[in-house]
T-cell receptor, first 113, second 111 residues
Framework: DAGVTQSPTHLIKTRGQQVTLRCSPKSGHDTVSWYQQALGQGPQFIFQ???????QRGNFPDRFSGHQFPNYSSELNVNALLLGDSALYLCASSLGQSGNTIYFGEGSWLTVV | GENVEQHPSTLSVQEGDSAVIKCTYSDSASNYFPWYKQELGKGPQLIID?????GEKKDQRIAVTLNKTAKHFSLHITETQPEDSAVYFCAAEFGNEKLTFGTGTRLTIIP
């Protein structure tokens, strides 16, 4: 049983560019959440997708957007990249109800130069 | 607001000794409290979790305790081994599987 898978693992982008990160949730999970983890800090909640809609959102600007597909996989898009967007982006999957176990992928390392 | 505090930020223990990490949370409505281990360059790995209807949970050398009245929970690792060295994060769920994390504890096991 594959866990949460993310791609790409590493990427480098230039300021002002756009990036798309991808996530496949753990088998049987229908909820995908995205987190940003800056170096030396804990993960920060970006947003969550359930039934192909954004269900809740953290304190991130509209430059951060996402999508969930019918097979529950998800994309995170970041427009107009800033140097401060450099971080590890983590995808988490779960079963869509409060109190369920939440699993994380290995993340996508984004460096903005 | 949604806040989780974690202490200590760094912890060094002799191999074979016990390690304890403590967290407090702000919202009494929180019902789910996972702990994650993160090794360098990797994503957070769930090591144990506890729900509000349970006061203590144990899995081999790892245990978690929860005091809902005081709004704090703790991770206990006994008989520590070198492979336990990592950064540990506590987290609390604030509604529909949205986690707020503590600031992390860097645990170093001294051989």
């Amino acid at each position: 049983d594959a866990g949460v898978t993310q791609s790409p693992t590493h990427l480098i982008k230039t300021r002002g560019q756009q990036v798309t990160l991808r996530c496949s949730p753990k088998s049987g999970h229908d909820t995908v959440s995205w987190y940003q983890q800056a170096l030396g800090q804990g993960p920060q909640f970006i947003f969550q997708y359930y039934e192909e809609e954004e269900r809740q959102r953290g304190n991130f600007p509209d430059r951060f957007s996402g999508h969930q597909f019918p097979n529950y996989s998800s994309e995170l898009n970041v427009n107009a990249l800033l140097l401060g967007d450099s971080a590890l982006y983590l995808c988490a999957s779960s079963l869509g109800q409060s109190g369920n176990t939440i699993y994380f992928g290995e993340g996508s390392w984004l460096t903005v130069v | 607001g949604e806040n989780v505090e974690q202490h200590p930020s760094t912890l060094s223990v002799q191999e074979g000794d016990s390690a304890v990490i403590k967290c407090t949370y702000s919202d009494s409505a929180s019902n789910y409290f996972p702990w994650y281990k993160q090794e360098l360059g990797k994503g957070p790995q769930l090591i144990i979790d506890i729900r509000s209807n349970v006061g203590e949970k144990k899995d081999q050398r790892i245990a978690v305790t929860l005091n809902k009245t005081a709004k704090h929970f703790s991770l206990h690792i006994t008989e520590t081994q070198p492979e336990d060295s990592a950064v540990y994060f506590c987290a609390a769920e604030f509604g529909n599987e949205k986690l707020t994390f503590g600031t992390g504890t860097r645990l170093t096991i001294i051989p």
